[in-house]
């Protein structure tokens, strides 16, 4: 099949390394509203525009049956190819990336020549609030900006429809990084070209610390950037200042946090990541706040399916008015002839 004008969206689902199991399960198995994590995720990401086909990995099997169990089986746009798990997050992403390179065997292949600028979408499937319009923003952006890896932000103002209105009332309440420019979440959106990836063993680790919660992964993790041939005391000095203003964010020392972070630029923490990753590395920020939300654990995924009508219906107002034209061209796309249904062994 000829490949379409767009970008491959690789959506990692495994539960393997560092991947976290919430009620006793992978989470992206969990339900809300009677839909899989998993298969809103994807459902999501045949309504991106800038989105060619979709590849899964992790427990194919299950996904398969899931998947083809969902309402989403009803009818594809866009192909969708499952993948069977690999040891951990890194090998996940990197070899169902090797499999979606133009012309790819089976067992996937190394990119060489113009592959090196070959990029994927990385998505988490715990994102019960992602929408298409935050998607596509996300995308659109990363592209305007040129870089090699792009890492999604959305900023705390994006966020407090999530956040408890009131000290006891029910919400999610998210760590964000402290920078100059403002107080940010990581969104669970990566705009990559692994080719381009000098470093590539270093991101597994930056992500599983992302929270910058757990004083002993972040030591562990402060002495990787400290010895790393890259690294070194700047990322380090910026990597602690961060880590405080976080710390003080959370205990509520909101001025602390504020005097801090003014510290912290943006531009020199991408430096840092660039030199870290070997790789032109930028964040780039969205004004939807969706795809910050990830389900972690069982208060959190509790209270999703609480409020999940009414957060994601509000979520879908706010990109449908700041994205007319993406709504637009979802309602099209919604009207048009289907694909034949199913999902699709690599």
């Known amino acids: 099949m000829a490949r379409a004008m767009g970008i491959p969206a690789i959506v990692t689902a495994g539960d393997r390394g560092g ?6 399960q992978n989470k992206v198995f969990l339900e809300v509203a009677g839909e899989s994590l998993v298969a809103r995720v994807v459902a999501t990401l045949q309504r991106v525009p800038e989105v060619s086909e979709i590849w899964v990995v992790g427990d194919a099997a299950r996904l398969r049956s899931v998947l083809d169990a969902s309402a989403l089986s009803d009818g594809l746009s866009k192909p969708l190819r499952l993948v069977e798990q690999f ?3 890194y090998q996940n992403a990197w070899e169902t990336y090797r499999r979606s390179l133009p012309g790819a065997p089976a067992d996937g292949r190394d990119p060489v020549g113009d592959d090196l600028d070959f990029a994927v979408l990385y998505v988490s499937a715990d994102l019960p609030f992602a929408t298409p319009h935050e998607i596509s923003q996300f995308i659109q952006r990363s592209q305007q900006r040129g870089c090699d890896y792009a890492a999604g932000l959305v900023t705390e103002a994006s966020m407090a429809g999530f956040a408890p209105a009131v000290a006891g009332d029910p919400g999610i309440e998210m760590a964000c990084f402290n920078l100059r420019e403002g107080r940010f979440r990581q969104s669970n959106l990566h705009y990559v070209k692994p080719g381009r990836l000098g470093n590539r063993h270093y991101i597994e680790d930056m992500y599983e610390h992302r929270h910058q919660r757990e004083l002993g992964q972040i030591l562990g993790l402060a002495w990787t950037l400290l010895v790393s041939e890259t690294g070194g005391l700047g990322v380090l000095y910026y990597y602690g200042l961060m880590h405080v203003a976080g710390l003080a964010d959370r205990r509520g020392w909101r001025r602390l946090a504020d005097w801090i972070r003014r510290f912290i630029p943006t531009a020199r923490i991408e430096k840092g990541c660039s030199g870290l990753l070997d790789t032109d590395f930028a964040f780039v ?3 939807i706040g969706g795809c910050a939300v990830d ?5 959190d995924y509790q209270i999703a399916c609480q409020h999940f009508e009414q957060w994601y ?5 706010l990109g449908e008015s700041r994205h007319p034209s993406l709504a637009a061209e979802s309602r099209r796309r919604a009207g048009a002839a289907k694909g034949s249904g199913g999902s699709e062994a690599a």
Do not use: F, P, S, Y
């Open 313 to 317: 219906a509000d979520q879908l107002r």
């Open 19 to 24: 991947a976290k199991a919430v009620n006793g």
């Open 87 to 89: 040891r951990d997050l």
């Open 295 to 299: 389900i972690d654990n069982e208060h």
């Open 285 to 287: 920020v969205t004004d």
